[in-house]
C-alpha cells in the first residue's frame, strides 16, 4: 500500500544521496579543493538535503480536513506567528 510505497521511495532517495555524494567527493578531489572548500560544499549539500522532502507535502495536507490543514499550517509557521507581535496576542490561534 501506501506506507511501501514511501519506503520504497525513501530507499531511492537515499541512494540517489550516496550516489551524489560520491560524485561530489570525486569531484573535490579531481580538482584537489582544499579541506575548508570541501567542507563548505558539504554543508551546503546537507542543508539542501534536509529542507527537501521525500514526502509530497502538498498532497497530504490535500488529503487532510480543512481543520486539521490549517492546525498543520499553524503548527508548520508557528516560528514566524509567534514571532509578530499582532498574530502573537490573539488568542484563539492555537500553534
Known amino acids: 500500500g501506501n506506507i511501501a510505497t514511501l519506503i520504497a521511495h525513501e530507499d531511492e532517495t537515499h541512494i540517489l544521496i550516496r550516489e551524489k555524494i560520491q560524485s561530489i567527493n570525486a569531484y573535490m578531489n579531481f580538482r584537489q579543493m582544499p579541506q575548508d572548500l570541501r567542507d563548505k560544499i558539504k554543508r551546503h549539500y546537507e542543508y539542501v538535503w534536509k ?19 490549517s492546525r498543520v499550517a499553524l503548527y508548520v509557521n508557528r516560528s514566524v506567528i509567534q514571532s509578530l507581535e499582532f498574530l502573537r496576542s490573539m488568542s484563539d ?3
Open 51 to 69: 529542507r527537501t522532502t521525500i514526502y509530497d507535502e502538498a498532497e497530504i495536507l490535500a488529503e487532510l480536513p480543512s481543520t486539521l490543514r
Open 93 to 95: 490561534c492555537e500553534v
